[in-house]
């Protein structure tokens, strides 16, 4: 998906899209698709061939090139999926607890590389490389001494297999993701990465133990009631804020876990293979994601989208809870693998210390007292550089080089699949030991941030009057020797939007505090109404003020040619301002050095 938004963006934007944009998506949609062409055949040879490939492509998903992505994705998503609509056949026993597995691991890779994945950088190759001979050589193994498997076959049911892939999409946009759940309710992440690793991590534990049950599930009305409460948590954390939101989530997230319990359990009752009802399953999960996207890029797909990303969550809800109610009764007790609890306990508590190590606060740099501050502006295009480089950790290195305290951000993302469903705005602050303040705009996971040295005195914001994407303006008020400064940080629409409208909003916003910086995206040309507005209102450009000739423009980031970028003062003396040399983004980033009076 992340590779996907890639090529889709390029297409959009170059205003004429080309073959590749079809041929990209017909791929994808082939390979979500690939447990339809499961072979009725299971024996272990086609696990061991399934096993390989998508280790083996696993490789190319930590070598940070958009075109190996791609391709080593597909391959994934085609093996395994071929894999798993076979185990749900022949082997269904390993499914469930190794899906466990994968979700917690999956938690722990995130939350240790502060919402980015550990196994997705350049750095873990060689830690994957292991991993893959690992699997490797127990696949040979099992392939040669393996006993015969049984005649019996499972099936699964069309019902079940589109509740499957509702979950997935709600477990893997969303309800895994701490950060995600975090901005969706205005709560803490640290604590949302707590608490949802360690309900992931007591399912986990219940799934291995001797203990195991679904015998309590069977009742419809407990099933019926389970896929009522899952779509009133969702709508709730979706409209309300706080902690009924995040509540909501964490029911939410509950109902989920039980959801795959059940629904990769035997079922005797059923007809059809597993391979049609997982292949239509994993068909919507693709649909459910490409709507998502689109209520992010409504403007420049579908403007109907606008507004109803919670409308692709509800569909994914109620898909999910019918197939929890369409399906019989289950007496799975899976006794196959069920692992001492002390064994468990003490792998648990390592992970569990893993998490809570990696969410503890950490020191924030203080502000400088010496009324010299750097102040920048900088679009980090949802952490990708023009070439669709994940460049998120460049993007820290070129602030700090640039020593900048305050820094005014935009297109953040901070839980979307399209950008790895990493938290950009989280992971700047903590890698830099920085404050941030986020505004989110579209869809609770994108929108601006204002990363700031010391604590702040007050923060609001407010959202801009929006034809097209929705934006506002975020304000952090600061302090200085006993003086309140404030720090502004926007992005405006693109040409077709009434931005002089949104900088009148903006203007009032601030009104006539003092001192202020006032730095972000303006898409304006120096000439443009907008830019005079700005001045009117008592701002000066640093690079004007300063005498900077020829001015250094910001975008694009490779051979740049406009300057849209700015940072403007008010109450401060310019002292100097430059635009950094880094092609971390498709823009390049603005710094100010700024004097108090």
């Not at 240790?112 to 690992?134: C, D, E, M």
């Not at 972000?520 to 450009?541: K, S």
Request: glycine share 6%; charged share 15%; aromatic share 14%.
């Amino acid at each position: 998906f992340s590779v996907m938004f890639g090529i889709i963006y390029d297409q959009i934007f170059a205003g004429s899209p080309g073959p590749w944009l079809l041929i990209s998506n017909l791929l994808v949609i082939m390979a979500f698709l690939a447990p339809l062409a499961a072979p009725r055949n299971n024996s272990q040879r086609w696990f061991l061939i399934f096993t390989i490939f998508a280790a083996l492509s696993r490789l190319a998903l930590s070598i940070n090139d958009a075109t190996f992505r791609f391709w080593g994705s597909l391959i994934v998503v085609a093996a395994a999926g071929l894999y798993l609509a076979s185990a749900l056949r022949r082997q269904r026993w390993v499914v469930l607890p190794a899906f466990f597995v994968a979700l917690t691991l999956d938690q722990i890779l995130r939350t240790a590389g502060q919402t980015y994945s550990l196994s997705l950088r350049p750095s873990w190759l060689p830690i994957q490389l292991v991993w893959f001979g690992l699997i490797a050589y127990t696949s040979l193994w099992l392939s040669r001494h393996a006993k015969p498997q049984e005649d019996k076959v499972s099936h699964m049911r069309f019902s079940s297999g589109l509740a499957l892939g509702g979950l997935v999409f709600l477990e893997i946009s969303l309800l895994s993701l701490p950060n995600a759940v975090a901005h969706w309710s205005g709560w803490h992440y640290s604590q949302a990465a707590l608490l949802i690793f360690i309900l992931t991590l007591l399912a986990l534990v219940y799934v291995f133990s001797p203990q195991f049950r679904l015998s309590w599930l069977n009742p419809f009305w407990v099933r019926t009631l389970s896929g009522l409460l899952l779509i009133s948590a969702l709508m709730a954390a979706y409209f309300l804020e706080g902690i009924i939101a995040f509540l909501s989530l964490v029911l939410a997230q509950f109902i989920t876990l039980l959801g795959f319990m059940y629904l990769l359990s035997e079922d005797t009752s059923a007809t059809r293979l597993p391979g049609s009802a997982l292949g239509l399953g994993l068909l919507l999960f693709l649909l459910l994601n490409y709507f998502n996207a689109f209520a992010f890029t409504y403007p420049y797909s579908l403007p109907i989208m606008r507004g109803l990303g919670w409308l692709v969550y509800l569909i994914a809800a109620i898909l999910a809870a019918l197939g929890l109610g369409l399906k019989p009764s289950t007496a799975a007790e899976y006794k196959e693998y069920s692992v001492r609890l002390a064994w468990m306990s003490m792998v648990g508590l390592v992970a569990l210390t893993i998490v809570l190590w990696t969410v503890l606060p950490r020191p924030i740099a203080p502000l400088p007292q010496t009324g010299m501050l750097r102040i920048a502006t900088y679009n980090i295009h949802y952490g990708y550089d023009t070439y669709w480089h994940y460049t998120l950790e460049d993007t820290a290195r070129t602030i700090e080089a640039s020593g900048a305290d305050i820094v005014a951000l935009q297109e953040v993302d901070t839980g979307r699949l399209t950008s790895y469903a990493v938290d950009n705005a989280y992971y700047l602050a903590r890698r830099l030991g920085m404050n941030v303040l986020y505004l989110p705009t579209v869809e609770h996971l994108t929108g601006i941030a204002v990363l700031y040295r010391g604590e702040a005195l007050d923060t609001d914001w407010r959202w801009l009057t929006s034809l097209q994407e929705q934006t506002g303006i975020a304000h952090v008020m600061l302090q200085v020797n006993n003086q309140p400064i404030h720090a502004y940080g926007i992005w405006l629409g693109l040409s077709d939007e009434d931005t002089l409208r949104q900088i009148r909003e903006a203007l009032d916003f601030i009104a006539d505090r003092t001192p202020a910086a006032f730095g972000g995206d303006f898409n304006a040309q120096p000439d443009n109404p907008l830019v005079e507005a700005i001045r009117e209102a008592g701002f000066i450009d640093p690079i004007e003020a300063l005498g900077i000739e020829p001015p250094p423009y910001t975008s694009p980031a490779i051979h740049p040619q406009e300057r849209i970028d700015y940072v403007w003062l008010r109450g401060f003396k310019p002292v100097n301002a430059w635009v950094s040399e880094s092609l971390a983004s498709d823009h390049r980033m603005l710094v100010v050095e700024a004097q108090l009076p």
